[in-house]
């Protein structure tokens, strides 16, 4: 049965250094939010999981609190190069980084495989690549029916999942409108879950297949309006091209980028960050 909390708690609670976490969503609905309170709390050593991580894990892995990173593809999404994760790969600042990378096909299955509770995903791929060569967790196996060679890597069982979503009801049950990704799995993989919403409605008024997430399956609910910025939430605000632009900019230089991180993120407060988001919805 989900928990209504605030932020800080539902963090606090849930997360925990050495932890494994996923904070997922695909183009829309991206948990900064979440985050930016893992930042603030310095929750540290963290195994961060993503399909395609972007601002937000460059941000984490800036200031220090990623020891290892799972994922398939990374980059500020329409711009460029995370700037901070290639730093940590190549220079060692903040702190070294490890990396497990995957193509989107094998994280997807991972995640599916976690949510079912398998212990690996099986998947026709990998065929005439290289990523075994740079990553021991890919293997091949034999299917016992057919003789086929197949691939298998380990299936993803996060500690925590973050997501956010547009609504909520009074019960906890979480609806998405929109596009989706593998938030319903990444959340069923995961011991923990987290899901921060724009708001908490009587009646999600949706067909009950449209609720993506019924309640028994989240630990806690937070009402975080604008939880998705820079990114956007379908019928809520438009997505932020600016603030993307200009991390490529505020990312480049270590100085700049920890007096921006001060600022507007481990200084920040919620005034400052509400004024933005009501533009943004303005514009929706």
């Not at 220090?64 to 593809?73: A, Q, R």
């Not at 975080?224 to 932020?240: C, F, I």
């Not at 990312?251 to 004024?275: C, K, Y």
């Amino acid at each position: 049965m989900a928990t209504f909390q605030s932020l800080p708690d539902a963090v606090s609670e849930n997360l925990h250094d050495g932890d494994t976490v996923a904070f997922e969503g695909f183009t829309h609905l991206i948990p900064h939010a979440a985050a930016h309170e893992v930042i603030r709390q310095g929750i540290t050593d963290l195994t961060v999981v993503r399909m395609t991580p972007d601002v937000i894990y460059d941000q984490l892995i800036g200031v220090g609190l990623v020891k290892k990173m799972i994922f398939s593809y990374a980059g500020n999404p329409g711009v460029g190069l995370l700037r901070r994760m290639r730093d940590a790969v190549e220079k060692g600042w903040p702190r070294t980084l490890e990396l497990e990378e995957h193509s989107h096909a094998a994280m997807a299955n991972a995640y599916e495989a976690g949510a079912a509770g398998l212990p690996l995903a099986v998947l026709r791929g990998y065929r005439g690549v290289d990523y075994s060569k740079v990553n021991d967790n890919i293997k091949s196996i034999t299917c016992p029916f057919s003789g086929e060679t197949l691939a298998a890597v380990p299936s993803v069982q996060p500690d925590v999942t973050f997501i956010h979503a547009q609504k909520a009801d009074r019960k906890g049950n979480v609806l998405i409108e929109g596009i989706l990704g593998v938030q319903k799995e990444a959340v069923l993989a995961a011991r923990r879950s987290v899901v921060t919403v724009e708001e908490i409605v009587d009646d999600l008024d949706a067909h009950p297949n449209a609720c993506l997430l019924p309640h028994w399956t989240v630990t806690a609910i937070c009402t975080v309006p604008g939880g998705a910025h820079p990114s956007y939430a379908h019928g809520y605000y438009v997505r932020d091209n600016a603030n993307y632009i200009a991390w490529d900019r505020i990312s480049s230089d270590r100085d700049t980028f920890l007096a921006w991180m001060d600022e507007h993120v481990i200084n920040a407060t919620p005034q400052e960050f509400a004024g933005r988001v009501e533009e943004l919805r303005t514009q929706a």
